[in-house]
């Protein structure tokens, strides 16, 4: 089990690690990757800020992606998580094994509640794709729940 007060995610970075996400990530004890990482780059830059959890995403093509397995279950403060990338690729039912699932590919933030699971994707944090929010997620697990939010980083309209 990890031990971790505040929780940064992020997600499809594709190679970049904007500076923004620093301020973002203050105080974080621990860094989730959704992936779509793109480079060892982002995830040594991530590592600057704090221990980094990843998964690997469609992009993520080479042997440096070998350290990252397509899907991870974790224990956080007692509460269970599941990541993965791409949700399409989750094949279980979550409800009574899960508190939460996180995931990324999409672009498109999700913070919501089924049947008493979070689903949570912080959208992307990468290279702006059409009009999607440039975003990352924060997490802070208590023995009461899970609490989350989405962070836009960049305006909608930069």
């Known amino acids: 089990m990890i031990i971790a007060g505040d929780i940064g995610v992020i997600a499809d970075t594709h190679g970049l690690v904007r500076a923004e996400v620093a301020n973002a990530f203050e105080g974080c004890e621990l860094i989730i990757h959704l992936g779509d990482i793109g480079s060892l780059d982002v995830i040594t830059e991530l ?50 094994n899960f508190d939460a699932v996180l995931f990324g590919h999409s672009h498109v933030p999700c913070n919501e509640r089924r049947d008493g699971v979070l689903y949570f994707n912080p959208a992307s944090a990468g290279p702006r794709r059409f009009s999607l929010p440039i975003s990352v997620g924060r997490l802070r697990i208590t023995e009461i729940g899970i609490e989350a939010e989405i962070n836009q980083l960049i305006p909608d309209s930069v």
């Open 47 to 96: 590592r600057k800020m704090a221990p980094v959890v990843a998964v690997r995403g469609n992009v993520d093509k080479g042997l440096w992606v070998n350290e990252f397995p397509e899907f991870e279950a974790m224990e956080i403060n007692g509460k269970f998580i599941y990541l993965v990338h791409n949700i399409a690729d989750l094949d279980f039912e979550p409800k009574g």
